[in-house]
């Protein structure tokens, strides 16, 4: 495990007063703060600083992981930097205790992946029907007798070291005639058979993500689904996430929202310097999961909110059922009310997949800008272009196109497009500029650009493009250096920053 650091800023050296646990390293400057580079994990102060130290810090520490003692008084500049950083009190007597408890969930590297329905195996003797729904679920039905059998499990083992925590999110649908519960089993690790821990979550448990520790011992955990009852049982995904136990999902400071139907959304907001505009960031197409763009999205300076999801595999393009989509619209409301700012003070964006979420949630909040990078739109074309024009590049359209669109015919194909098209359509865009660096030869949608500017029915509305020649892929720091570009100059011209 990767250690963490603590930079104190102090009078004593905590390494000469506490017991630091193994898995932590106390940085502590002895003369003036110095400028680096590295962003630590933790900082804590134990005094005020001058305004040039506290913009160091300000560069060298993340939000929700700035803590102060409370043996001395803030000052104006340290309040403010606290204030900006989401800080928080640590008693003086309780240092020990935060050491021992809470450093281990400031980690630096999060992680997070979902099982592949590949990955699944069927129990030998299940006499049921089993369907594989492309890379989005495994449907069975069947009979599984009165009592719990193991009906499914994940072929690959999951490690967890000691001490470590990670936590499991079961998507699945089932009738009503059918119970499930997921075991997880530690193995002692080297050994094939023998078991070090062992864990069994009901669905009174599963409502909420569980969690388990490696209080005995490192060692691999093998995960499978046990049924009781009969009828239909979707198995959609199963997730596991290194744990941060009550400091956030992914990020410290990381939101988790989700849905009746039990799909998720993520959101992690950074404050900034709380001056307009709030720029929302929409993550693009990943297999690991977790949220994107924090770095470029903090040196812009301004309050921030990333946007994630996981659903089918490496994302779902946002779109959803009505409460899915009500939810993404009063996530970001939520953080605009915060900030007390107005829709003209909002920034969507997004690159590829996120494109998707930052125009058509552009239809609910009609924001100042939208900053678009290689957009995608028309996501029924995109998979058909799944058959000749980019064979096996992207089969996650394939899911979506049956998912959403109901079916995988030419019907289908248009009621997907529509989808899209039929929201921007109907939206008065009329104070909202879109700003767009587009590929050529797209091999995913290369109408998406031309189809923007003869569906947007607004008087008023500014579109700027700039194209680049490739496929969808070719390109991808050409794209990305425009887009941080204009995000400069709307940042610079029309908000004087």
Same mark, same amino acid.
């Given at each position: 495990?990767?250690?963490?650091?603590?930079?104190? /800023?102090?009078?004593?050296?905590?390494?000469?007063?506490?017991?630091?646990?193994?898995?932590? +390293?106390?940085?502590?400057?002895?003369?003036? /703060?110095? &400028?680096?580079? !590295?962003?630590?994990?933790?900082?804590?102060?134990?005094?005020?600083?001058?305004?040039?130290?506290?913009?160091?810090?300000?560069?060298?520490? &993340?939000?929700?992981?700035?803590?102060?003692?409370?043996?001395?008084?803030?000052?104006?500049?340290?309040?403010?930097?606290?204030?900006?950083?989401?800080?928080?009190?640590?008693?003086?007597?309780?240092?020990?205790?935060?050491?021992?408890?809470?450093?281990?969930?400031?980690?630096?590297?999060?992680?997070?992946?979902?099982?592949?329905?590949?990955?699944?195996?069927?129990?030998?003797?299940?006499?049921?029907?089993?369907?594989?729904?492309?890379?989005?679920?495994?449907?069975?039905?069947?009979?599984?007798?009165?009592?719990?059998?193991?009906?499914?499990?994940?072929?690959?083992?999951?490690?967890?070291?000691?001490?470590? %925590?990670?936590?499991?999110?079961? =998507?699945?649908?089932?009738?009503?005639?059918?119970?499930? !519960?997921?075991?997880?089993?530690?193995?002692?690790?080297?050994?094939?058979?023998?078991?070090?821990?062992?864990?069994?979550?009901?669905?009174?448990?599963?409502?909420?993500?569980?969690?388990? !520790?490696?209080?005995?011992?490192?060692?691999?955990?093998?995960?499978?689904?046990? %049924?009781?009852?009969?009828?239909?049982?979707?198995?959609?995904?199963?997730?596991?996430?290194?744990?941060?136990?009550d400091q956030g999902i992914f990020l410290v400071g990381g939101e988790r929202y989700v849905t009746s139907e039990r799909e998720e959304i993520f959101a992690y907001f950074d404050p900034g310097d709380l001056k307009p505009p709030l720029a929302v960031y929409f993550s693009g197409y990943k297999t690991q999961e977790g949220f994107e763009g924090l770095h470029m999205m903090r040196k812009m300076g301004c309050p921030f909110l990333l946007i994630a999801e996981q659903r089918f595999e490496g994302g779902g393009f946002y779109i959803g059922s009505p409460e899915y989509e009500l939810l993404m619209v009063s996530i970001i409301e939520k953080h605009l009310n915060k900030l007390r700012f107005f829709p003209e003070q909002l920034i969507l964006s997004g690159i590829s997949m996120g494109t998707i979420g930052a125009m058509y949630y552009g239809c609910d909040l009609k924001p100042h800008a939208l900053i678009l990078g290689k957009p995608l739109s028309s996501l029924g074309t995109i998979?058909?272009? !799944?058959?000749?024009?980019?064979?096996?590049?992207?089969?996650?359209?394939?899911?979506?196109?049956?998912?959403?669109?109901?079916?995988?015919?030419? %019907?289908?194909?248009?009621?997907?497009?529509?989808?899209?098209?039929?929201?921007?359509?109907?939206? @008065?865009?009329?104070?909202?500029?879109?700003?767009?660096?587009?590929?050529? =030869?797209?091999?995913?949608? @290369?109408?998406?650009?031309?189809?923007?500017?003869?569906?947007?029915?607004? %008087?008023?509305?500014?579109?700027?493009? +700039?194209?680049?020649?490739?496929?969808?892929?070719?390109?991808?720091?050409? /794209?990305?250096?425009?887009?941080?570009?204009?995000? @400069?100059?709307?940042?610079?011209?029309?908000?004087?920053?």
């Open positions: 495990m990767d250690r963490i650091r603590i930079f104190q /800023i102090g009078t004593e050296n905590w390494s000469n007063q506490y017991l630091i646990p193994e898995n932590v +390293k106390v940085i502590f400057p002895t003369d003036e /703060i110095e &400028m680096r580079k !590295e962003i630590y994990e933790i900082v804590v102060l134990e005094r005020n600083l001058s305004e040039e130290e506290a913009e160091k810090v300000l560069a060298m520490s &993340m939000t929700y992981c700035l803590f102060a003692i409370d043996s001395f008084k803030m000052d104006r500049i340290t309040a403010n930097l606290f204030r900006r950083r989401k800080g928080r009190i640590i008693q003086k007597d309780n240092i020990q205790q935060f050491l021992n408890e809470d450093a281990k969930k400031f980690f630096p590297k999060p992680y997070g992946e979902k099982f592949k329905p590949e990955n699944v195996g069927i129990a030998q003797g299940f006499k049921g029907s089993i369907k594989w729904n492309g890379q989005y679920s495994v449907s069975i039905y069947g009979d599984y007798g009165m009592v719990f059998n193991q009906i499914a499990f994940w072929r690959t083992n999951i490690p967890l070291e000691k001490g470590q %925590a990670i936590e499991f999110w079961l =998507e699945y649908r089932k009738d009503e005639g059918v119970e499930v !519960e997921l075991s997880i089993k530690q193995f002692v690790s080297g050994s094939l058979a023998d078991v070090l821990d062992s864990w069994v979550f009901t669905e009174e448990d599963l409502k909420n993500p569980v969690m388990i !520790e490696g209080t005995k011992g490192s060692g691999p955990l093998y995960c499978s689904l046990r %049924a009781r009852g009969g009828g239909k049982l979707d198995i959609i995904a199963l997730h596991d996430r290194i744990s941060r136990w998979a058909s272009n !799944e058959r000749l024009k980019r064979p096996k590049g992207f089969p996650t359209s394939l899911d979506l196109l049956h998912h959403h669109g109901q079916g995988m015919d030419d %019907a289908a194909i248009e009621r997907l497009n529509d989808r899209f098209w039929d929201k921007i359509k109907k939206t @008065d865009f009329s104070h909202t500029k879109f700003i767009v660096s587009y590929m050529f =030869e797209d091999d995913y949608d @290369d109408t998406a650009y031309n189809r923007l500017l003869t569906e947007l029915n607004s %008087a008023g509305v500014q579109v700027y493009g +700039k194209g680049l020649h490739g496929r969808h892929n070719d390109n991808t720091a050409g /794209i990305g250096a425009w887009f941080k570009g204009q995000y @400069d100059r709307i940042l610079r011209d029309d908000f004087e920053r």
